[in-house]
């Protein structure tokens, strides 16, 4: 079993920075792959971006990528999601995932969840 806790979400004016963290326990990480995805009202959850824990490659969705950057310390067995250039559009819960699959981006291929945390961008 694995525990994702989120933090970092908040409130922030369009073209501002947060970073959010996703603190994980419970199991070895070296043979997973870390995901971020967000799901706004009304909306499906979608995938933000990926990295894979043993190696650090990542992958993000075409709309944060120059703005986001994936990472991890895995000292702290923490993810990162630092987002910049923040927009309007990129208001939604944004969960943690981990999954055993390599460097997916479907819901569907992710085993464990955080609960999510709140970020809101004012315009």
């Known amino acids: 079993q694995m525990q994702l806790v989120e933090s970092g979400g908040g409130l922030v004016q369009a073209g501002g920075s947060l970073r959010l963290s996703c603190a994980a326990s419970g199991r070895t990480f070296s043979s997973y792959t870390m995901g971020w995805f967000r799901q706004a009202p009304g909306k499906q959850r979608e995938f933000v971006a990926a990295?894979?824990?043993?190696?650090?490659?990542?992958f993000y969705a075409n709309s944060v990528k120059g703005r986001f950057t994936i990472s991890r310390d895995s000292a702290k067995n923490t993810v990162y999601l630092q987002m910049s250039s923040l927009k309007s559009e990129d208001t939604a819960v944004y969960y943690c995932a981990a999954s055993v699959r390599y460097m997916r981006t479907t819901a569907d291929a992710y085993n464990y969840w955080g609960q999510g945390t709140q970020v809101t961008v004012s315009s």
């Open positions: 990295i894979s824990w043993s190696a650090g490659y990542t």
